[in-house]
């Protein structure tokens, strides 16, 4: 698990996930309201969002991704793990959701607290790294 991740917030613009998407690497963010994870934005909603959006709206497309926020596209109850999983529970888990990576809650008094994230290179390196840990 990664405890140093990237967090988008409901009312993160589209356009601000859109680069931190591009210039991290990453296909998936976690969207939390002050450390409580609330949903999850993919690559594939966000690209999604931007072809449905395409010529519908009147605004030019980057001022529509500008005021548009993360919480109109984002997923509001993604697929998460928790610290004490299983390794084999979390792979077979982020497979089934396709989504190449899994937030990772800890619940405490019902909320859903973000603590880190499992992506799928955290599992191949478990998985065939030779380097002793």
Not at 1 to 22: N, Y
Not at 41 to 54: E, M, P, V, Y
Request: glycine letters at 8%; hydrophobic letters at 50%; a negative charge.
């Amino acid at each position: 698990m990664r405890r140093r991740f990237i967090a988008l917030a409901p009312g993160d613009a589209l356009l601000e996930a859109e680069r931190l998407m591009r210039m991290a690497r990453v296909r998936f963010l976690p969207v939390s309201d002050d450390g409580v994870l609330v949903g999850g934005l993919s690559h594939r909603a966000l690209l999604g969002s931007i072809l449905a959006s395409d010529g519908r709206s009147p605004l030019p497309l980057t001022r529509w991704l500008s005021e548009t926020p993360v919480a109109v596209v984002m997923e509001p109850d993604p697929a998460r793990a928790t610290p004490d999983m299983r390794l084999d529970e979390a792979a077979l888990l982020l497979v089934e959701v396709d989504g190449g990576c899994l937030p990772v809650v800890e619940a405490e008094t019902g909320a859903a607290l973000l603590v880190g994230v499992i992506t799928e290179s955290d599992l191949l390196r478990v998985a065939f790294d030779p380097r002793p840990r």
